[in-house]
């Protein structure tokens, strides 16, 4: 009697073990397949991590293609602001004349109506004073324009590079949200730059220009300090 229980337990014992052992086979085949689709979790991730990178990238090359190619067709073109204006039936003519008489009367460029393009006004809300886009036929006249435009001080009449919305924001966050680091920051030849406190000049570059827009504009306690 006691072989036939010996014999029954022995048996129990070895379904016992034969199960453990079924198990942990069965365990590690769980394992194994949990660690291979962890690897191919992990290899897809990186590819759609490598794949919205290169997305990224295409983005910004289309939005810095757009935006130099926008700019570049205003290379010949400046913006005159403060010159006064009454009249909102005024001609491209009319507006050309009139741009050619206050770079005369202020020493700034004798030029004619053969030098220019196109003028024209840009509408505003009450339609008066409004700027001048000037096309000019000649970028060598642009820039003589532009490098004699300080006589205009103290006339209120301002002469500026004809910039697309992007870049003209940009350049207005570089002065406002950079001013603890930047002491003056201009547009020229299609770029931004800037001097920093420590008279290094530098140019801004497209790639940055996402994080220039996402900074905090200062509060109106700061600019009043200022």
């Known amino acids: 009697m006691k072989d036939d229980l010996l014999k029954s337990v022995t048996h129990k014992v070895d379904v016992i073990e034969s199960h453990l052992l079924e198990n942990n086979q069965a365990v590690e085949k769980l394992r194994t397949e949990i660690k291979t689709l962890k690897e191919e979790l992990n290899n897809k991730t990186d590819i759609n991590n490598t794949i919205t990178t290169e997305m990224k990238q295409i983005d910004l090359n289309r939005n810095k293609f757009e935006n130099e190619s926008e700019q570049y067709s205003r290379a010949n073109n400046i913006k005159i602001q403060g010159i006064q204006d009454t009249n909102p039936r005024e001609s491209a003519r009319e507006s050309a004349e009139k741009v050619i008489r206050i770079l005369k009367d202020n020493d700034i460029c004798n030029i004619t109506m053969a030098d220019i393009d196109i003028a ?107």
Request: hydrophobic share 35%; glycine share 2%; proline share 4%.
């Open 120 to 226: 024209h006004s840009l509408p505003n809300k009450n339609n008066t004073n409004r700027d001048i886009i000037v096309r000019l036929v000649s970028r060598q006249t642009k820039g003589h324009i532009l490098a004699n435009r300080k006589k205009l001080r103290g006339t209120h009449i301002f002469i500026n590079e004809d910039m697309t919305s992007l870049n003209l924001h940009v350049l207005m966050c570089v002065k406002k949200k950079m001013a603890d680091e930047v002491c003056d920051a201009w547009f020229s030849n299609g770029k931004i730059l800037f001097k920093s406190h420590m008279n290094k000049i530098q140019p801004v570059k497209f790639e940055e220009y996402e994080h220039l827009i996402n900074l905090p504009w200062p509060s109106t306690a700061t600019k009043l300090i200022k």
